[in-house]
């Protein structure tokens, strides 16, 4: 069967329903001789038979020589300019105890944005200094938990926040560290970044005078007039799934000036600059990301550009990936079920469409349904001849929108045991996972060098009834 008019212009019709493409695939994925998929080299059929399916596999290695990249490209770019860069892991792309702990082995920071997640992250061991807690809504609780641990930095989201911090801060007798987050007015996604004059959004202070100055400087002056506050810095976070480096670059200067004002009118300047994170991945073979290198010397450039011609030190720097580390390392295997060919209307006539259904879907990868996020996937258990026809890969949930790959070509032949493998769910999937119709969430588990460690088991029938007081 040709290439289908079905397909997206971006998706090739393929030579080989079989090959992986590098760019998706974890570091450590290869196609066995005997036409399985491996990971690290464990086979999925020998995965699938010990922690059944749906599974999030995790590539250790590969996860860890991403959060090593991008902790060592920046530290390099940035290294004469201001001594270096924090690289804090966003922790809500993927967070369990275990990750926890590869991240700060690696020499990363942690971003929380909850009171559940610093509980994870404190019973991996992160020690509180190098951990940061964001949220535009966080807790009185959670704040009173931020202050006694000592937390590194507390993410300030609005000038109610301020006040709420403060007053914490009085009332325990406590210090808090402080970053202010702004909105610079850059928004990227993808491809292109927009740059707007007001903020219409539920996240971070405002740098438009509103007839009062900005939100932004009342929060500065208000911050470091407060006694109990330490104002360590500005952050800014423009978005997500971002591939090219002009949109941080932008954010980047618009917060340096702001950083000079504040000098200016203030006479502090201020220790440290958070660019966010939002680095994008390949899901499909339509994204094409920039290796961690090239972004951090885009953003060292225009740093080092820009603090030039403004009368302050650099401050240090600090960023926040998360799905530019856990992304790639992690993959759904899924198994087939019932599969059907529909006739699709098309140009006066119908064209065939291949309807996949796997064993799990929007529980345990809400992006599709949340975003319209696209994603690619493969026959994972063996090889076939057969052509390839598209496809759209579905879930078992009780919505015609429970879509897990929307177009894929895959072999003619997938049936009912096939093994279907998606690549690149390793950040925001396990993360957004539900119970919707009582599925029990899938098990997670870590491959490195041949070997497995079951990082999350799979939930189970008790799992699901354990909090139904009436069951
Ligand atoms: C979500 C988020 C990140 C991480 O975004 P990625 O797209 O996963 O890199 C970083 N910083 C903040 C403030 C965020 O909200």
Redesign the pocket.
Known sequence: MPASPLAPAWLSFPADTSALEEKIWSAHTRRSSSGELTVAGVGVTDLVREFGTPLFVIDEEDLRARAVAFRDAFNAAFADLCGGVDVYY?S??FLTVDVARWVTEEGLRL?T?SGGELAVARRAGVSASELGL?GNNKSIAEIEMALELGLGRI?VDSLDELERIGRVAEATGQRANIML?LTPGVHASTHEFIATAHEDQKFGLSMVDDGDGSPAERAVAAALSHPRLNLVGL?A?IG??IFEADGFAVAAQKMLRFMAAIADEHGVELPELDL????GIAYTEADTPRPASELAEALAAVVRSTIAELPIRCPRISI?????IS?PAGMTVYEAGVTKTVAVEHDGGTLPRRYVSVDGGMSDNARPVLYGADYTATLASRVTETDAIISRVVGKHCESGDIVVRDVYLPEDVAAGDLIAVPATG??CWALSSNYNYLARPAVVAVREGQTRLMIRRETEDDLLARDMGA
């Open positions: 966003a809500k792309a971003d944005c964001h993410v987050r952050h976070h997500s799934q966010g994170g939002g680095h926040e990936p998360g799905r530019a992304g950040a925001y």
